[in-house]
């Protein structure tokens, strides 16, 4: 069985820095960081391929926020840059075997999500 556990919420100040660690057992697939701030959808934030040859961000957050991976120890990090107060949410990452873009019904196992906020 596939887990995927997200780390490294918590709270910063507009402006500043945060990273997010995202690790998936028992495979290495396209990984995705999306993100469900309140009274919102979920939106997709990131993805990366399983060999980490290719990213995809979405417009927010463009220029701001780095994919990376470690596919030795099954990790996806988020880092976060010039963070945001719009950047508050609770940010989850997931599998897929067919996509690293937007498209969320395409992605398999789900991480429960951990809070990221921004104060202003």
Known sequence: Q????ESGGGLVQAGGSLRLSC??????????????????EREFVAGISASAGQTSYADSVKGRFTISRDNAKNSV?????????????VYSCADSKVTWKIYQHLYDYWGQGIQVTVSS
């Open 77 to 89: 990090f988020l880092q976060m840059d010039s963070a945001q107060p719009d950047d508050t949410a």
């Open 2 to 5: 596939v887990h995927v556990v």
């Open 23 to 40: 690790v998936a057992s028992g495979r290495t697939y396209h990984m995705g960081w999306f993100r469900q701030a309140p009274g919102k």
